[in-house]
């Protein structure tokens, strides 16, 4: 993925759309990677943000979760 608008990086993240967000994810740096992930978990478990948005960042947590754990111990 070549995009780097923010906008449109944040609403393939949170497209609820299991393949979208790996794309999205692996395509994002490695160092950005780890603020992504604090700034959805903050989204996903601190109030002020929208129910919606709340859902969205929780299903971008698993997915990549989900994600990660596939890259560390991929299926033999």
């Known amino acids: 993925m070549t995009n780097t608008n923010p906008e449109v990086v944040w609403d393939m993240l949170l497209s609820r759309n299991p ?4 794309k ?11 603020s992504v992930l604090g700034h959805l978990i903050d989204m996903a478990n601190k109030p002020g943000w929208m129910n919606q948005q709340q859902a969205s960042a929780k299903i971008a947590i698993n997915v990549i979760a989900e994600f990660k754990g596939e890259q560390e111990n991929p299926k033999k």
Do not use: A, F, M, V
Request: aromatic fraction near 6%.
């Open 24 to 34: 999205t994810w692996s395509s994002l740096p490695q160092e950005e990677q780890s």
């Open 19 to 22: 393949g979208l967000i790996k």
